[in-house]
């Protein structure tokens, strides 16, 4: 079945810092969703991507729809603290369930 | 708050016993999906409802078992828990049209000791 690849798994970044993630998938999608979720609460939608090539920001967030439809990448700028959490990417085609990624695990350092 | 509601918010329970978990969507979101999430895990989805109807089978066991009322509430039942069924339980609503993003609910966490 399909599958998503979140990269990096974990990653550890001083306050103020700009953070870069990506998600990767071995089959074409239409659609790309970016969520974040704090420990024990549910995932939050961050952005929705329809279109190859999109670029869509949301506040310090900058998401795009990569053009080869394979992937996804999210950007934060200048971090703070609440934006500890684990961000999930999932995508679909029309027709299909979404296939979320394991997720990037951020923790920001004072 | 993304207007989906999860019941209970815990639930713990012992080996053999069954629960009902319960999800009411967003005003005006035909589709219902759950999903189960262990320990720093990813996102499995199990099932999904369509208006009443199942749309689409994850990796739900047959133990577990859904439905989606005609007020388009859905309740997820477990039955004959076993320890490896703790784990939080996330409901997601959506319009189910061609931009159809998924909000989920807080979700329930589910300890079986």
């Known amino acids: 079945g399909q599958q998503l690849n979140q990269s990096p798994q974990s990653m550890f970044i001083q306050e103020g810092e700009d953070v870069s993630m990506n998600c990767t998938s071995s089959s074409i999608f239409n659609t790309w969703l970016w969520y974040k979720q704090d420990p024990g609460e549910g995932p939050v939608l961050l952005i929705a991507?329809?279109?190859?090539?999109e670029l869509t920001s949301n506040g310090r967030l900058t998401a795009q729809f990569g053009i080869t439809r394979k992937d996804s990448f999210l950007n934060i700028s200048a971090s703070i603290p609440s934006d500890v959490g684990i961000y999930f990417c999932a995508g679909r085609n029309y027709g299909q369930n979404f296939v979320f990624g394991p997720g990037t695990r951020l923790s920001v350092l004072p | 708050d993304s207007g989906v509601t999860q019941t209970p918010k815990h639930l713990i329970t012992a080996t053999g016993q069954r629960v009902t978990l319960r999800c009411s969507p967003r005003?005006?979101?035909?589709?219902v999906y759950w999903y189960q999430q262990s320990l720093d895990q990813g996102l499995q989805f199990l099932i999904q409802?369509?208006?009443?109807?199942?749309?689409a089978k994850g990796n739900i066991l047959e133990r577990f078992s859904a439905q989606q009322f005609p007020d388009l509430h859905s309740e997820l039942n477990l039955s004959s828990l076993e320890l490896g069924d703790s784990a939080l339980y996330f409901c997601?609503?959506?319009?189910?049209?061609?931009?159809?993003?998924?909000?989920f609910g807080p979700g329930t966490r589910l300890t079986v000791t």
């Open positions: 997601a609503s959506s319009v189910a049209q061609e931009r159809d993003e998924q909000y």
């Open positions: 005003s005006g979101d035909l589709s």
């Open positions: 991507l329809y279109k190859a090539g």
């Open positions: 409802y369509y208006n009443g109807e199942e749309r």
